[in-house]
């Protein structure tokens, strides 16, 4: 490589990194913890019954038992198998998301598990820190932003990688020589090692940093396509059976679960229908979600269509980011990526001190 | 530390089998459960296992 080329791979690294790093470690000091989400957050789990599972129309009486005067916004089965259905509810199906409240029930009893009322938890602020630095949206695109310069320093730190081994065999460590070739070759090695997972975790973080752009845009374009010939007819007066419609969907489409039922007048479902989203059954095509339809008066089936390449993108980048598809063993090794990621930007660090 | 430069392919060998291995780690626990868990385990663990032996070497 000539010597202005790679003066100039130099200067993209030192100055993409330079901006990022802060924001990188803190990102990746409260991924840690994140990536045990399941384990640390305190949640009632009953025991495994053996008994059938309640019916839906079932566990939504005793969820609208359990908070009084409010309604059911969307009714979600765990992708976790836990014996468990969540019900969102909320004062209104115009309330916004944190003025809503979880309901936790026993998918074999009916029974309340968690009233929804309990107050955030250490963990929750964590995770707020991690996806929006407190910031909401601005926020969220802030640190999409600097998922790209990493992507940039990422990409450049493998092209000088080059330079620098020209004469040492890989894994080289000067422990003997002067404290920044320590750095280095720690940096080095530490780098070049966990690339392609850096990479990965990097470029679906920076995706789902655009979730809710995405998100919104498939509401305003397919979904707004599919509830369009019901924009003129009235409100349905009485709903219709719950747990008809998400038969119905089922039986529509064999093979797939239900993940999450959105009722009338939640921004998933539009004024008329139950939005019925239905997931596969492998690590991957369980991310995938499915919308169909059902008339929340007649019953019937109105429309179904798969989601868009942005939205499967989306869904997709999740378990990449989060390490959550593949069992403990993968989330401790997510977690020795992470803590490698850390080393690599502290000896970034040292390395860029000890040369200004 | 004279020895003979290195080319790039010989450079880049070594990381290029990891990031390999660490992609079919990743994709593999995607595509099913079981054998494609232990699958994707191993192959991620390459990376890590790689870093601990060079540094516990050079600690030496």
Redesign the interface.
């Known amino acids: 490589m000539q010597a202005s080329s790679l003066r100039l791979w130099y200067q993209v690294h030192k100055w993409t990194s330079l901006i990022c790093t802060i924001f990188l470690l803190i990102l990746c000091l409260t991924g840690l913890p994140l990536i045990f989400h399941d384990e640390l957050s305190p949640q009632a789990r009953p025991a495994a019954t053996g008994m059938p599972l309640a019916g839906l129309n079932e566990i939504m009486a005793s969820a609208k038992k359990s908070r009084p005067g409010e309604v059911v916004l969307y009714v979600t089965e765990p992708l976790e198998e836990n014996n468990t259905i969540s019900v969102t509810m909320g004062a209104s199906t115009a309330v916004p998301a944190d003025s809503m409240h979880l309901v936790v029930l026993d998918a074999h009893t009916a029974q309340v598990v968690d009233h929804g009322s309990r107050s955030r938890g250490i963990i929750d602020f964590i995770l707020e820190l991690h996806t929006d630095l407190f910031a909401g949206s601005p926020g969220r695109l802030f640190l999409g932003v600097m998922a790209l310069l990493f992507l940039a320093a990422t990409i450049s730190g493998v092209v000088l990688y080059a330079p620098f081994m020209r004469r040492l065999p890989f894994g080289s460590m000067r422990f003997a020589a002067a404290r920044r070739v320590r750095w280095l070759d720690l940096h080095n090695l530490l780098g070049v090692t966990t690339v392609a997972w850096v990479l990965v975790v990097g470029v679906t973080g920076g995706i789902n940093t655009l979730g809710t752009f995405v998100a919104g845009y498939w509401q305003s374009t397919e979904l707004a396509a599919m509830i369009a010939p019901y924009r003129d007819q009235p409100l349905p007066q009485e709903l219709s059976s719950v747990q008809a419609a998400v038969h119905l969907a089922r039986r529509e489409e064999p093979g797939m679960t239900l993940s999450t039922v959105a009722f009338p007048g939640t921004p998933f479902a539009g004024k008329h229908h139950y939005g019925v989203y239905l997931r596969g059954n492998t690590p991957l095509t369980s991310r995938l979600l499915k919308p169909l339809l059902i008339d929340a008066e007649t019953g019937q089936l109105t429309a179904k269509r798969d989601m868009p390449w942005y939205v499967k993108c989306l869904f997709i980048s999740e378990p990449l980011h989060f390490g959550d598809y593949g069992g403990m063993p993968l989330k401790l090794l997510w977690a020795g990526f992470d803590v490698v990621t850390i080393g690599v930007l502290i000896s970034g660090l040292c390395l860029w001190r000890l040369r200004s | 530390?004279?020895?003979?430069?290195?080319t790039?392919r010989r450079?880049?060998?070594?990381?290029a089998f990891?990031?390999?291995i660490?992609?079919i780690g990743?994709v593999s626990?995607?595509?099913?459960?079981g054998i494609?868990?232990m699958l994707?385990?191993a192959a991620?663990?390459l990376?890590?296992i790689?870093?601990g032996?060079?540094?516990l070497?050079?600690?030496r």
């Open positions: 530390m004279a020895s003979a430069k290195l790039m450079i880049y060998r070594a990381p990891l990031a390999a660490s992609f990743l626990a995607l595509i099913g459960d494609y868990d994707s385990w991620l663990a990376p890590l790689a870093i032996r060079f540094l070497r050079a600690s």
